[in-house]
């Protein structure tokens, strides 16, 4: 199987183009890595809201996938303190 479709919403792509670059490549670097093997990464969803967790060091991706159609659906990028925040 091909690699997932990333799908950036606006708040991703505005908070991840603000992100350090050095931050920005390991981001990026991980959400490929689990895109290119979706159906048999371990996703680990938030308790009590419909998005999973991707760690990349002290960031993580917000995220939401469909496995039929081979895409990844990427909500929110920010600092493990402030990302749970987010209503």
Not at 44 to 71: I, M, N, S
Request: hydrophobic share 35%; charged share 30%.
């Amino acid at each position: 199987m091909a690699a997932a479709l990333q799908i950036w919403s606006p708040t991703f792509t505005r908070a991840f183009d603000a992100l350090p670059l050095s931050v920005r490549e390991d981001v990026q670097r991980k959400v490929d890595e689990m895109g290119a093997r979706l159906a048999t990464y371990p996703h680990k969803r938030l308790t009590g809201r419909p998005e999973y967790k991707l760690r990349a060091g002290d960031y993580r991706v917000l995220y939401e996938f469909d496995l039929d159609r081979g895409r990844l659906y990427l909500h929110y990028v920010g600092h493990r303190r402030e990302i749970y925040k987010r209503s």
